[in-house]
């Protein structure tokens, strides 16, 4: 058989070197191990976050010091559409603006019968988050500044509004 | 047509490489006793191309070159080049109203070199001229890489977002990696093989704000720690022999 024959053999004997079929069979069998690793690592994909620029504000009550509820409407500052609609909220997001210069921030919190004006002062920095989600601003608040119709008084209680981060940066403490 | 998935792109590629071994398994040495070469191989890693077939935003080229210092110790010099060309056009939503885009460009060039040294702990008892590789190693990785995002955009999702680009900036990066590789013969002189990294990020410093998304040599930029892959083909040049 040709298969068998003397040619053939050296004809492979000549240009493979036909030794360790053990190891041959151990790269085989790596090779199907690494697989599952490789995809899976390769199919990583960055995942970015929304309402990253928002300053967390909590709403607290002036009469007992603990966490309330108001409902209410928020708007920006001349803008006709809003932040939130008429909803019971006991912690409002508020979006910070870019461009402004200085940069100051103004909302509109209205309920049934009042409305007040409560500004953000802050500092903004360009920070770089990942590849997929590339940049974002960070915020550090100076100060906030508030009518007083259903406002009593603020406080910051975090001054830093940074990408990935979930904290209360402004208790706002309502009569 | 429908577009063919990452998975099996990759799968398939893998299979075929992996073909070339099936046909020497089961096979006997033909070493000729008394005659063993110590030699310097040169060599080409497939990785980049694998990567590129899942991830069309990495084009690179890595070759690479051994030398044997004693059996079982090899010095290892890996020298390459990535390309990087991505853009990212994501919103995310978290309900109707507030909705975040993120766009973003980013390019980077960038050069690497990988040296260490690799220690064969294959003993093949029964054939004692065999040349195949089971072992460790470590490496010192060092790249250097211009990048850029020529564009990008920060959503806000209630006022108006913000446009920029940015310039060039430089970033050097160091690392060190632990390899554990497998290596055969496939024809005379002719290896394949294939390695796994355990790569440690020690450093990476850079002129502006931007971090690199991509690392040349090191990969993606996602942490400190990260799990490296190599499919290499060498030839190795005898250049000496040994009674």
Known sequence: MIANSPQNCNFRHKFFIMHHHRLLRFCGIGLMVLLPLMIGGCNESGICLSNQHAVQVSLISAHTGKDTTLTTSVFGAGRSDSVYASQALSKLFLPLEFDHDPDTTFFVIKTKTTADTLAFLYRKELDFISGECGYVFSFTIDGVAHTTNKIDYSTIVYPTVKYGEDLTNVQVYIY | MAKTSPMFRFI??????????????????DSIPGRRAQSIAVGIDLAPFIIRTYDDSRTGLCVSGRYGLRDKIFGVAELGYENVDFSNNQTVTKNETDLTAYQYAHTSNGSFLRAGLDFNFFKPYDEPYNKDFVGVGFRYGYAYQEQQSPAFIIGNGYWND?????????????????????????????????????????????????EPYAIPGYGKNNGNLTVGFTYSLEYQIPFGKRQ
Do not use: C, D
């Open chain 2, 162 to 210: 913000y446009s920029g680009g940015g310039g060039s900036s430089s970033v050097n990066s160091h690392w060190i990696e632990v390899v554990f590789a497998l290596r055969t013969e496939l024809f005379r002189n002719f290896y394949a093989g294939w390695s796994m990294r355990g790569k440690m990020l020690v450093h990476s410093g850079h002129t502006g704000v931007m």
């Open chain 2, 12 to 29: 398939f590629i893998n299979l075929v490489l992996a073909l070339p071994l099936v046909p020497t398994m089961g096979q006997q040495s």
